[in-house]
């Protein structure tokens, strides 16, 4: 999915990981993170794509710091996170990056 | 597949794409160009994932912007993104970003 961004500067997380084996709960977690993030102040967007082999990488854009910390603090998005590393990811990385400039093709 | 970095901070460069039909000679190319990337200076590392809807996000990481910048200038990096855009992507994003901190589970 795409997510239309507004000009540079905004931020980045870039989530990259490697699911363990196909679990239906996980895609229904994933789906309620993505709803819930969403509705977040500063939430500006996000993409994802995983692969056959399991591995896949989400990117959520955010229009600052402040509004990254907050949805890491959120209570049901703590708590999932708890329920990844315990049952659905082999290993993941985070990284916060801040986007500096941004062009586009097609439509 | 996952790229090893350093501590931040460094660059990625975060490139979303939504391919047009599956095409052999783009996988080709697209393996070519990671080969050719991890011989330039400043490169750190790729991960890449496309879902079986053609969506797919690639982010490699570079120690500088100068890096990315001269690996943007390769002829033949030049030569197969015009390639990308006649003939593989209906629409991609490409955004530059520094990454400001970093954290990691698993292996």
């Known amino acids: 999915m ?3 961004t507004p000009a540079p500067p905004y931020y ?3 989530f990259s990981s490697q699911r363990r084996k196909a679990d239906p709960a996980y895609d229904q ?5 993505v709803d819930l993030a969403r509705q977040q102040p ?4 996000v993409e994802s794509a995983r692969g056959a082999d399991g591995f896949g990488i ?3 854009y955010w229009s600052s710091e402040a509004a990254i910390v907050a949805w890491k603090q959120h209570a049901e998005h703590r708590a999932i996170r ?3 590393r315990s049952d659905w990811y082999q290993h993941f990385h985070t990284r916060v990056s801040k986007v500096e ?3 586009s093709f097609g439509d």
Chains 1, 2 share one sequence.
């Open 42 to 45: 500063g939430f500006l967007g």
């Open 58 to 60: 989400t990117v959520s």
């Open 12 to 14: 980045a997380v870039i």
């Open 2 to 4: 795409i997510g239309q």
């Open 29 to 33: 977690a994933a789906e309620h993170m």
């Open 101 to 103: 400039r941004a062009y």
């Open 82 to 84: 708890e329920r990844g």
